[in-house]
């Protein structure tokens, strides 16, 4: 297996490149493999990332197609007991144990030339030398939002905390770049038909990033900023089967408004992103097309089922937040959770958040995601008690907060 081989063949000790709800990640310097070790939230589970992994994979290359978004190769399932960790437990720091592992190809971080494209352009002032020099930030890969635009308050941009660790690219910035949005919409479309359709898994929770290029060249894209890059898919733990009825649809659209702002959304006609939702959902249903009819007949109207689906709960979602924004008071970008509902990452803080989940029901509030401030895996004491709404801290362990009201009485905007 190729990835033992190369993992085996290493000679240096792994360095974490990342933090994910799942577990945390790692490499070799300049290694071709990386390595998720399922020490991260309840509930997820690095086998169920692997055997999706792998449905994935196979319906990227089973037609004649070319696809042009990389997954990575070479997916390998390793047990906490497999004699593997014998010879190579020292590779991780000495406080780490053996436990299960998903092994696959590592997706290239972007050049140094990138990233500080990105630093200069959008990291607060008073950071940037420090970004420049920081060890972590060489860890870079770029969440494309192409979903969802984000409102820059130049009055506030040395408030915010920046880490090139997953960034999130938003619509509006990947147009100043001059990015080729058209064409990752596309291929977004295509991909997430397959996996719908030829994999049949709801594509729960997966990412789209901006890397460097895979060996294959598959996917690869030449921008005047960005140089030679490709644009990848990964992390499938969430993802579940799909079935091909009516079940299955609301499953899917469910899956699509639920994840972060990865994919296009429809918009209304005129506006500036009508073109691209209209564009994104003539490929998804194009790509989907040649590939239920492989299945049966019957199930052609699945994929127009499902955008319909998509279009109209965003439609109502969108009305639900404007009314919310007419009857509660604009919620302020910082909250102050008690430290007793903090305790753990565990059933504490899950279960305080899901007693707030009817609020949306009732049209109160507006659906925020949170993200835990400080690193931390499970079982873990928090180090404070300060959430803030954003995407890019440093060791993004997200918590989804459905309709949580501001608990102080000051208020702001959603601006950044």
């Not at 994910?20 to 998720?36: H, I, P, R």
């Not at 639900?320 to 803080?349: D, E, M, V």
């Not at 180090?383 to 890019?392: A, K, M, R, T, V």
Request: overall charge neutral.
């Amino acid at each position: 297996m190729q990835t033992m081989k190369q993992l085996e063949e290493s000679s240096c000790n792994f360095r974490r490149i990342g933090q994910g709800f799942c577990g945390s990640v790692w490499a070799a310097e300049g290694g071709k493999v990386a390595m998720k070790r399922e020490n991260g939230g309840p509930g997820r589970s690095i086998l169920t990332d692997y055997n999706m992994h792998r449905l994935v994979l196979d319906a990227a290359s089973q037609d004649e197609v070319k696809v042009n978004v990389c997954v990575p190769r070479w997916p390998r399932f390793v047990e906490n007991n497999d004699p593997w960790w014998h010879s190579n437990l020292a590779i991780f720091p000495k406080r780490y144990a053996a436990c299960n592992i998903l092994c696959s190809e590592r997706i290239p971080p972007l050049s140094k030339e990138v990233r500080d494209i990105l630093i200069d352009r959008y990291c607060p002032p008073s950071s940037i030398a420090t970004i420049k020099n920081n060890d972590a930030d060489r860890d870079c890969l770029v969440r494309l939002y192409l979903g969802r635009r984000k409102i820059q308050n130049s009055g506030r941009r040395g408030l915010n905390f920046f880490s090139l660790r997953n960034y999130p690219l938003h619509l509006n910035q990947a147009e100043e770049l001059g990015l080729q949005i058209l064409n990752y919409a596309c291929d977004m479309a295509d991909m997430l038909a397959r996996m719908h359709w030829t994999a049949k898994i709801d594509a729960n929770d997966v990412e789209f990033v901006i890397g460097g290029i895979q060996e294959t060249t598959i996917g690869e894209h030449t921008h005047s900023l960005f140089g030679r890059h490709a644009l990848w898919l990964l992390d499938f733990d969430c993802c579940r089967p799909l079935a091909m009825d009516d079940a299955g649809v609301t499953q899917a659209a469910r899956a699509f408004l639920r994840n972060d702002p990865y994919f296009p959304r429809p918009a209304i006609e005129g506006s500036s992103d009508h073109a691209l939702w209209m564009k994104f959902r003539s490929q998804y249903l194009e790509s989907s097309k040649a590939r239920v009819g492989l299945c049966d007949a019957k199930y052609l109207s699945l994929p127009e089922q499902f955008i319909n689906q998509v279009e109209e709960s965003h439609h109502e979602t969108m009305k639900r937040k404007q009314s919310a924004s007419h009857s509660c008071q604009s919620i302020h970008r910082r909250y102050r959770i008690p430290p007793a509902n903090l305790r753990s990452f565990g059933q504490t803080t899950e279960s305080r958040f899901r007693r707030r989940e009817n609020l949306v029901e009732d049209g109160i509030a507006v659906e925020w995601d949170i993200f835990v401030r400080s690193e931390f895996g499970s079982g873990q004491s928090f180090s404070g008690s300060e959430l803030w709404e954003g995407h890019n801290w440093r060791h993004q362990m997200q918590v989804v907060v459905l309709a949580l009201p501001p608990l102080n009485t000051q208020s702001g905007n959603d601006t950044t």
